[in-house]
T-cell receptor, first 114, second 114 residues
Framework: GAVVSQHPSWVICKSGTSVKIECRSL??????MFWYRQFPKQSLMLMAT?????????EQGVEKDKFLINHASLTLSTLTVTSAHPEDSSFYIC??????????FGQGTRLTVV | GNSVTQMEGPVTLSEEAFLTINCTYT??????LFWYVQYPGEGLQLLLK?????DKGSNKGFEATYRKETTSFHLEKGSVQVSDSAVYFC?????????????FGAGTQVVVTP
């Protein structure tokens, strides 16, 4: 199957700093990527849809100024958590669409804000 | 709104036992339904899908039938192996353009012992 890679796999940062998470489609081009957030023992919650060359579409309740998304190429989308706080600690997962059908997921990034 | 409810885990089974994971959904319109699996340390992978009522998705010995009358998409496998130990996510998509925008259940951890 297609490969989507996230980097880093885990990160610890200090409160007030910003963290960038990368999502790459390694063997296909993805015009659309998605960012999810998962709390412990809860389901994945869609945060935003990332479209190559245009602004991301955020789900209701997601702060776009807090979670900056950039999809500058057909193989890379980035999520930047700005001015991170402990409540932003979570597991962040991206997916990329190949064609118009199946979504391929990254392995996730564990963010801990201390 | 749309939602997916699946049974809580962990589910612990002996090898060769029968596995059922219940999944029910609430959705407007006619969703497509999915089961994703996440093996330890890996990203979510599509296990099977069904796009309309009465469709049966199947893969690797797993099956699930789209039941519109009971709004269910239960996952079954007749004889599990240790390698089936993973977290299983039921999901739906109501997006007519892409299966990437997904609503997930909370996930069910399955542990298969030798």
């Amino acid at each position: 199957g297609a490969v989507v890679s996230q980097h880093p796999s885990w990160v610890i940062c200090k409160s007030g700093t910003s963290v960038k998470i990368e999502c790459r489609s390694l063997d296909f081009q993805a015009t659309t990527m998605f960012w999810y957030r998962q709390f412990p023992k809860q389901s994945l919650m869609l945060m935003a849809t990332s479209n190559e060359g245009s602004k991301a579409t955020y789900e209701q309740g997601v702060e776009k100024d807090k979670f900056l998304i950039n999809h500058a190429s057909l193989t890379l989308s980035t999520l930047t958590v700005t001015s991170a706080h402990p409540e932003d600690s979570s597991f962040y997962i991206c997916s990329a669409i190949r064609g118009d059908t199946e979504a391929f997921f990254g392995q996730g990034t564990r963010l801990t804000v201390v | 709104g749309n939602s997916v409810t699946q049974m809580e885990g962990p589910v612990t089974l002996s090898e060769e036992a029968f596995l059922t994971i219940n999944c029910t959904y609430t959705a407007t319109g006619y969703p497509s339904l999915f089961w994703y699996v996440q093996y330890p340390g890996e990203g979510l992978q599509l296990l099977l899908k069904a796009t309309k009522a009465d469709d049966k998705g199947s893969n690797k010995g797993f099956e699930a039938t789209y039941r519109k009358e009971t709004t269910s998409f239960h996952l079954e496998k007749g004889s599990v192996q240790v390698s089936d130990s993973a977290v299983y996510f039921c999901a739906l998509s109501v997006s007519p353009d892409s299966w990437g925008k997904l609503q997930f259940g909370a996930g069910t951890q399955v542990v298969v012992t030798p």
